[in-house]
Every structure is written in structure tokens, then in C-alpha cells.
């Protein structure tokens, strides 16, 4: 069972992936991830991408699909994994789609978390951080028994950068131009698979559940 995950930034793929991947025992896997073992390890494709990333500079296509590929390799994926986070353009699907062909498999399911815009922006920008102990919290969702203050260390809260409503729409912005196009790709490949992302989230689980099969 190959899955790829796919959505907007703050759609809730990320936690899906994982749910998935402890419910069939199958790896989760993030090309962050990646590239942290792989540098930390010493590879020599660690020891390229680090060269970039040292420098400021995107890792190149051809040598995320060649980390993504070693990764998939792995005893532990025999039985299928959870892909988070990639593919995020055409070229990098296509030369995942080409390195999996050499590898005589291919993807399965590519699982899309649809959430309009409005609801990522509400949501992201709902959520606060907590200054002392990194504790996060949202004003709507998770909020804390004093406003403004962690229930934790009793420091106060804050909206991090990254939240800030003019920020996410930027990200999603770069999301529908680049990545946006991934749905079409999948979708001709017939393993596309949509589902609410604005419902609750064991719902969500239970809506993927049906299409992967208990």
C-alpha cells in the first residue's frame, strides 16, 4: 500500500499520514526526515544535499527523488508506506513515478485533504505558541483555561509569524501554482482519492479508512 499524501499547507495531511501509518504499520515518511538521517548517517546523498543546504539552496529534484527512492528501498517499506510532503511539483512526480517503474512497483493511492482556503487561514491563524515551553495551543479548538496564558509553564501566548493570516495566504498561494497541479496528474493516473478535510478529524481517518480498506 504506496500512499502519498496531498493538501494545502495546514490541511491536516501531516497528522493523517500518521494515523495511517500506525494503523497498518507502514512507515510515515517526510523528506525532512530524510534528509536529517541521511546527513546525520554521513551518506553520500546526505553529504550532496547538505552541500546545498549549507548554502542557502533548494535540493535538487533529481537528488530528492534519488533520497526518496533509497528511502522506499528499505526493509521496512516492503509493505507499502506514507508518503508526507512529496511529490510537491510535476517533475518530482514524474521522476518518482520513473524511479519507482525501475524499482517494478508504483504508487497506489494519492489521498487528497480538501479544505477551502478560508478554513486553513482560520484555522492556522487561530493558533497560538507559547513563548516559555513551546506548548501550542488554538483559540477556538484547544484553548487555554486563562486566555492569553500557558496552562503549562504560565507564560504567555503568541501568534507565531508563520501563522499570520497574510503569511498562509502566501503559502497558499505557492501551493495552488505549484502543487495544485499534482491533483490533475494523480487523478489521470486514476489513483486519486478525495476527501473532506473540514470534518472532524477522526472523520477524516474514518473517510480513508474506507477507501484503503480495513
Known sequence: MKIIMLGAPGAGKGTQAKKIADKYQIPHISTGDIFRANIKNGTELGTKAKSYMDQGLLVPDELVVDLVADRVKQDDCTNGYVLDGFPRTIPQAEALDKALEGMGTKIDY????????????????????????????????????????CDVCGEKLILRDDDKPETVKKRLDVYHEQTQPLIDYYEKAAVLKEVDGTQDMEDVFKDIVNILGA
Open 110 to 149: 494519492a489521498i487528497n485533504v480538501e479544505v477551502p482556503d478560508e478554513n486553513i487561514i482560520n484555522r492556522m491563524s487561530g493558533r497560538r505558541a507559547c513563548v516559555g515551553c513551546g506548548a501550542t495551543y488554538h483559540i477556538k479548538y484547544i484553548p487555554t483555561k486563562v486566555e492569553g496564558i
